[in-house]
């Protein structure tokens, strides 16, 4: 079992629409979860990180954790073009400051 | 303000030879963290430094890969005796002190083993 596991996509929403991206961790001590977005080419920039059961917004973004299901998401909301990434979720595990990463989820904002 | 640095940004390699990967971590920032991108694939954690220190090496292969983050200058990621299953992207983050939160990304070496 991966430690943490994404739908690899690739999702599709409309502009302005919300974009739901979803992942869950297999570690039930995982303490520190993370959000980056990863541009073609580029390397990852954090967008969001929650460390409390509950929400947490930040602008358009609003990360979603719930530890007793082992879940956690990000909600984009009036998507734009310039969303469109590959979204990758990081875990902290309970020893140690490395994280493990899913896969990523590819979104595309059509226009 | 310049943010994490790495060096160089595309490198090529025949099979057999060695690869240096340098890294230098934003100001202010004590802890290195080098990840491995194959394509299709997700980040994978390899090393974890402090300044002339390996903190956890577990995702590092035993063989062919070392790294070290010396008290002056950057930090190197080196593999030698490349095989082309080594071609992937690597990427260099840093930290402030184990702030997770400040782990910032440097723009990634893309190693191609021809």
């Known amino acids: 079992q991966k430690e943490v596991e994404q739908n690899s996509g690739p999702l599709s929403v409309p502009e302005g629409a919300i974009a739901s991206l979803n992942c869950t961790y297999s570690?039930?001590?995982?303490?520190?979860f993370f959000w980056y977005r990863q541009y073609s080419g580029k390397s990852p920039e954090l967008i969001m990180f929650?460390?409390?059961?509950g929400d947490k917004e930040d602008g358009r973004f609003t990360a979603q954790l719930n530890k007793a299901s082992q879940y956690v998401s990000l909600l984009i909301r009036d998507s734009q073009p310039s969303d469109s990434a590959t979204y990758l979720c990081?875990?902290?595990?309970?020893?140690?400051?490395?994280?493990?990463f899913g896969t990523g989820t590819s979104l595309t904002v059509i226009p | 303000n310049a943010g994490v640095m790495q060096n160089p940004r595309h490198l090529v390699r025949r099979r057999g030879q060695e690869a240096r990967l340098r890294c230098s971590p934003m100001k202010g920032h004590s802890h290195v963290y080098w990840y491995r991108q194959l394509p299709e694939e997700g980040l994978k954690f390899m090393v974890y430094l402090q300044k002339e220190n390996i903190i956890d090496e577990s995702g590092m292969p035993k063989e062919r890969f070392s790294a070290e983050f010396p008290k002056e200058g950057p930090s190197i990621l080196r593999i030698q005796q490349v095989v082309r299953g080594d071609s992937a992207a690597y990427f260099c983050a840093s930290s402030f002190f184990d702030r997770q939160e400040t782990q910032y990304f440097g723009p990634g070496t893309r190693l191609l083993v021809l």
């Open positions: 570690d039930r001590g995982s303490q520190s």
């Open positions: 990081a875990v902290n595990p309970p020893t140690g400051n490395q994280f493990y």
């Open positions: 929650i460390y409390s059961n």
